[in-house]
């Protein structure tokens, strides 16, 4: 059984979920964040099952998602990446949020996402050595060259993602167990993303905390297996 509320937290509403009667309780937390044009409620059912495996699980919604969406659909399309930028900048406040409300159990705080939240996964532990694992869906950690085909604008901020961008941080990522989980016909994130960065950590010798699932046929959206990977990954590493 797990307990599942919406509150306010660190100025911004999020998703709550952790076992039942365990919500006042030090617990080992994931914050998990959602796909672009998504939001926290459509990736729920993340929450619920980690919840149901004894995690404390967070999910805010990205700016001009969710609760703060504006209904302004054309200008969040223009958006991609500023978007992804803000919800790195939005981290540290969440985590303090976390451990002052005394959520936290040693320090293991993780952070997990699918699609945009992939990517937002991966930017976050690369610059975060206080993360303990992260699990990145079907994303990306190379923005400054995926900003250059996936939702391209003359206006994509490419200074600003190449500080979050995993290319020079390889062995800050890799000193924590890393899961990386794609679908092989993915049409929007291709799954040559993720093969580039497991490549990149095997041909570096920097791949002995790394986790990586494939999925034969399946194109952008999670599968039972992919929800499955994830819990396992945080039940053996979290």
């Given at each position: 059984?797990?307990?599942?509320?919406?509150?306010?937290?660190?100025?911004?509403?999020?998703?709550?979920?952790?076992?039942?009667?365990?919500?006042?309780?030090?617990?080992?937390?994931?914050?998990?964040?959602?796909?672009?044009?998504?939001?926290?409620?459509?990736?729920?059912?993340?929450?619920?099952?980690?919840?149901?495996?004894?995690?404390?699980?967070?999910?805010?919604?990205?700016?001009?998602?969710?609760?703060?969406?504006?209904?302004?659909?054309?200008?969040?399309?223009?958006?991609?990446?500023?978007?992804?930028?803000?919800?790195?900048?939005?981290?540290?406040?969440?985590?303090?949020?976390?451990?002052?409300?005394?959520w936290l159990a040693e320090g293991r705080l993780a952070v997990a996402g699918a699609s945009m939240g992939g990517m937002t996964a991966l930017g976050i532990a690369a610059r975060h050595p206080e993360v303990v694992c992260?699990?990145?869906?079907?994303?990306?950690?190379?923005?400054?060259?995926?900003?250059?085909?996936?939702?391209?604008?003359?206006?994509?901020?490419?200074?600003?993602?190449?500080?979050?961008?995993?290319?020079?941080?390889?062995?800050?990522?890799?000193?924590?167990?890393?899961?990386?989980?794609?679908?092989?016909?993915?049409?929007?994130?291709?799954?040559?993303?993720?093969?580039?960065?497991?490549?990149?950590?095997?041909?570096?010798?920097?791949?002995?905390?790394?986790?990586c699932r494939w999925q034969a046929g399946v194109r952008h959206r999670i599968t039972p297996e992919a929800l499955d990977s994830t819990v396992a990954f945080f039940n053996a590493h979290l």
């Amino acid at each position: 059984m797990i307990e599942l509320e919406v509150r306010n937290l660190a100025g911004g509403e999020i998703l709550h979920a952790c076992p039942r009667g365990a919500a006042a309780a030090p617990l080992p937390c994931v914050v998990f964040y959602h796909g672009f044009t998504s939001s926290k409620w459509v990736y729920s059912y993340f929450a619920v099952a980690l919840a149901d495996a004894g995690f404390r699980v967070i999910m805010p919604d990205a700016d001009s998602h969710g609760a703060r969406y504006d209904g302004d659909e054309k200008r969040r399309l223009q958006r991609f990446w500023p978007i992804l930028l803000n919800s790195f900048a939005e981290f540290p406040a969440l985590r303090e949020a976390i451990a002052r409300q005394g959520w936290l159990a040693e320090g293991r705080l993780a952070v997990a996402g699918a699609s945009m939240g992939g990517m937002t996964a991966l930017g976050i532990a690369a610059r975060h050595p206080e993360v303990v694992c992260a699990a990145s869906l079907m994303g990306s950690g190379y923005f400054t060259t995926l900003s250059q085909t996936l939702f391209p604008s003359p206006e994509v901020p490419t200074a600003r993602l190449a500080e979050w961008d995993v290319a020079p941080r390889l062995s800050d990522l890799a000193r924590r167990p890393l899961m990386l989980w794609h679908g092989e016909d993915d049409d929007i994130v291709p799954a040559g993303e993720t093969l580039r960065l497991q490549q990149a950590l095997q041909q570096a010798g920097l791949d002995n905390n790394l986790t990586c699932r494939w999925q034969a046929g399946v194109r952008h959206r999670i599968t039972p297996e992919a929800l499955d990977s994830t819990v396992a990954f945080f039940n053996a590493h979290l």
